[in-house]
């Protein structure tokens, strides 16, 4: 399964950005999903995450209430709609799969895409 991420670009701050991830080999419907992102210089860290059928949500506190990941099993394309952003979002944002709605780390998740660049100017 691979996985690729997209919308990511430059915005201001208080703007909106929604990434979009899909999957090539099997459709993402067939996997719980995640959203982490990766600011230079740190680790990464969970964002949200979302089981197979969209039924249960989780957000890492630093995004709860701006955030809201999503998904639409009919195009096989999970959405993670940014708003309120603030610079420090500022990272590469990665998409994840994984059969079980596993948890907050990296470990759970078997499959990865490419990042996609968020940038949020001051």
């Known amino acids: 399964v691979q996985l690729q991420a997209s919308g990511g670009g430059l915005v201001q701050a208080g703007g909106s950005l929604r990434l979009s991830c899909a999957a090539s080999?099997?459709?993402?419907?067939?996997?719980?999903t995640g959203w982490f992102r990766q600011a230079p210089g740190k680790e990464r860290e969970f964002v949200a995450r979302?089981?197979?059928?969209?039924?249960?949500?989780n957000y890492a506190d630093s995004v709860k209430g701006r955030f809201t990941i999503s998904r639409d099993n009919a195009k096989g394309t999970v959405y993670l709609q940014m708003n309120s952003l603030k610079p420090e979002d500022t990272a590469a944002y990665y998409c994840a799969a994984g059969p079980y709605y596993s948890g907050t780390s990296t470990g759970g998740y078997p499959y990865w895409g490419h990042g996609t660049q968020v940038t949020v100017s001051r």
């Open positions: 080999g099997r459709t993402l419907s067939s996997y719980a």
């Open positions: 979302i089981k197979r059928d969209g039924g249960n949500t």
